[in-house]
């Protein structure tokens, strides 16, 4: 099969970390794919990349986009046209006439609950299958009146080793005695890092490492200036060592104000690491209270750090806590059960391909 994923940016966020999970698979499994995106001129070796202008949220852009996109289609000649969010599908539906002129589908990875309503009466407008990534998504959509084709979960890998905690302090300067406190994501609004942040005043005994980066990088530096926490908190940027940097953390943190279903909090499930996360959506579907992790309150630091410390002071329970989480994963969120379940769709889809 010859696949074209269409997404608005080729980043370090989870749509695109899909995307990559896809092609590679795929790849390997002999389907072609192409990728359309603005940015980035290299994105994955054998994978062409089709260039799209940046939407930047403006309706304006998206005659623009979808007439080039339309030439792609023609000139690449998928049997299937994949988009990854709202404005994407809004391009590929007019492209491919909602359809009629190439198979089209869109999966939704998650978007801020202010833009609920508007993504799902978008996406009716499309006509295109809909696909969500998680059930907080598709829970979401139907609630506002668009019930997806399917729900595929995302899914991630088999864990690697993780890294020596030793090493770890030794690089980052850390001292010997604290325990790892781990977030990763890119540094935006969304994630809430600040509240990581904010919890370690209480937590004098543990170092806070996050990695990633993004446009806050300054806002948060200048956070740990202002609370004295310098000696314990780093911001690592990106790492191509992330998973088994998680892999070593003794509490892994996701305090974002929403989510779709976050790869992060499904790696430290797959290395058995205890999570607390915001009980927001995305999360709450994901992570069960009390059984493989911890769920606060949005928005509350003081939460966050009451429960991280009743992890690190409770070995039991960060074990307990950990062995579940691992043994859902293993039922639940393989990257080869995702890889097979799109591959199936693209193949029920290309079945239907006007001749």
């Known amino acids: 099969m010859r696949i074209l994923h269409v997404i608005q940016e080729f980043g370090s966020g989870g749509a695109e970390q899909v995307v990559r999970q896809l092609c590679t698979a795929g790849l390997t499994a002999g389907d072609e794919f192409a990728i359309a995106c603005s940015g980035a001129t290299v994105l994955l070796d054998g994978v ?8 930047h949220r403006r309706p304006s852009q998206v005659l623009a986009a979808s007439w080039r996109l339309r030439d792609h289609v023609r000139d690449w000649n998928p049997d299937v046209v994949h988009a990854h969010n709202p404005g994407m599908a809004a391009i590929t539906a007019l492209a491919t006439l909602r359809g009629a002129v190439r198979p089209g589908m869109v999966t939704i ?10 993504t799902s ?11 969500a990534c998680g059930a907080g998504v598709a829970a979401t959509l139907r609630a506002h009146g668009t019930e997806p084709l399917r729900t595929i ?37 969304q994630k809430r890092h600040d509240l990581a942040i904010g919890a370690m005043v209480r937590l004098p005994d543990a170092a806070l490492v996050i990695v990633g980066d993004g446009t806050l990088r300054p806002n948060l530096e200048r956070q ?20 088994a940097i998680l892999g070593a953390a003794d509490v892994v943190v996701q305090p974002s104000d929403w989510e779709g279903l976050p790869l ?15 009980r927001v959506r995305g999360l709450r579907e994901l992570i069960r209270d009390g ?27 960060a074990c307990r806590l950990g062995g579940a989480a691992a043994a859902r994963f293993e039922h639940e969120f393989s990257e080869a059960a995702m890889v097979s379940a799109y591959r199936s769709l693209w193949l029920s889809l290309a079945t239907r391909r006007p001749l």
Do not use: Q
Not at 224 to 243: F, K, P, Q, W
């Open 48 to 55: 062409p990349h089709l260039p799209l202008p940046m939407l």
């Open 109 to 118: 990875h998650g978007v801020r609950p202010a833009d609920d309503i508007a």
């Open 121 to 131: 009466r978008l996406l009716r407008c499309t006509g295109l299958p809909v696909v």
């Open 153 to 189: 979960v995302n899914g991630v890998g088999p864990c690697p080793r993780p890294a020596a905690i030793a090493a770890l302090r030794r690089e980052w300067g850390l001292a010997s005695g604290l325990r790892l406190i781990v977030a990763a994501g890119r540094l935006m609004p």
């Open 224 to 243: 740990i200036e202002e609370l004295g926490l310098s000696g314990r908190v780093r911001l690592m940027g990106a790492r191509t060592d992330a998973r």
């Open 264 to 278: 992060v909090v499904l790696e430290a499930m797959s290395a058995a690491r205890p999570v607390v996360a915001t």
């Open 291 to 317: 059984v493989d992790g911890l769920l606060v309150p949005s928005g509350d630091a003081d939460a966050l750090a009451t429960a991280i410390a009743t992890i690190l002071t409770d070995h039991n329970l």
